[in-house]
């Protein structure tokens, strides 16, 4: 089933139901996931500059990384602030996710992948280490996560949230640099 399938069969009250198609629609559709995928494959052959690269990423997986977090806040009928504060951690995730492939398409072999590392080199992309280099793309990636884990504990402050399962999912994307 596709997640709209999923969600139409969903036993939520209709106006919760209603906003999290949208939400979906738009972090997959052409100002989410496959606009962001087509800006990167207009990319490949171009030096772009960190913002321009940034706002594929926020684009390509970014957004569809954050609607998860989204979602969760709109099925508990959080405040909109919560429910934003959850969205800007999803995207802070899907960020460091996008800088960790650009760090492990650099660095890891294809065993460690699963699939033929350096694509990103040979297809001449721009990636975080090519831009700002390997040193800081580590920081730039680890920044993200650091940034994701302090919304959470601060919604744990707020309004009890439990984030000890997503704080370990945070914990096992670290690399080590």
Not at 88 to 98: K, N, R, T, V, Y
């Amino acid at each position: 089933l596709d997640p709209f399938a999923l969600l139409a069969r969903a036993e939520l009250p209709a106006h919760i139901l209603i906003r999290l198609v949208k939400e979906l629609s738009a972090a997959s559709g052409t100002f989410g996931m496959v606009g962001g995928q087509m800006l990167d494959m207009q990319a490949e052959g171009q030096k772009l500059d960190v913002i321009e690269l940034s706002i594929i990423h926020a684009n390509k997986t970014g957004q569809l990384l954050a609607f998860p977090f989204m979602a969760a806040g709109l099925i508990t009928e959080q405040e909109e602030k919560i429910t934003q504060r959850l969205h800007q951690a999803g995207l802070l995730i899907g960020h460091a996710f996008q800088v960790r492939d650009d760090i492990l398409d650099l660095t890891a072999s294809f065993d460690q992948l699963g699939k033929t590392p350096q694509k990103d080199l040979q297809a001449e992309k721009s990636t975080y280490p090519s831009l700002l280099g390997l040193e800081q793309s580590y920081f730039v990636f680890n920044d993200s996560l650091d940034q994701a884990q302090r919304i959470f504990a601060d919604l744990h402050q707020r309004v009890g949230f439990d984030a000890t399962t997503i704080h370990d999912m945070i914990e096992r994307l670290r690399l080590n640099a």
